[in-house]
């Protein structure tokens, strides 16, 4: 059964942008920054980074997971409340591929 399409006010709609830049940020700097701090390590202090690579691929590992469960968790329609999985939406796809409304 599909969700009928409501419009939003320019409010809500410049909200939902906000809150999809902040997804898209914090997936990418979630995965960054672990990758950052791991190659860092590797070129700042070789011989530390014998010992102690472990704890920075753990780092890492972390970092890649928290970046999924952003995309995963906090990616959804806020009028059908559907996950969009990989798909954000942009100014050129504005509409939700579950009910349709146009969300950005």
């Known amino acids: 059964m ?4 409501r419009e939003l006010d320019e409010r809500e709609l410049a909200d939902n942008q906000l809150h999809f ?8 700097l ?12 590797l ?3 070789p011989e530390a980074f014998k010992v102690y ?3 920075t691929l753990v780092v890492l590992i972390v970092g890649s997971i928290a970046s999924c469960y952003v995309l ?5 329609c ?4 559907k996950g969009f999985g990989r798909y954000i939406p942009t100014q050129r796809s504005p509409n939700c591929p579950g009910c349709g409304s146009k969300i950005v």
């Open 43 to 45: 070129l700042i202090a």
């Open 78 to 81: 806020p009028i059908c409340n």
């Open 30 to 41: 979630l995965a960054l920054i672990p990758a950052g701090i791991h190659v860092g390590h």
């Open 53 to 55: 690579w472990p704890y």
């Open 2 to 5: 599909e969700e009928q399409q």
């Open 21 to 28: 830049k902040q997804v898209i940020w914090k997936s990418i």
């Open 72 to 76: 995963v968790a906090k990616n959804r």
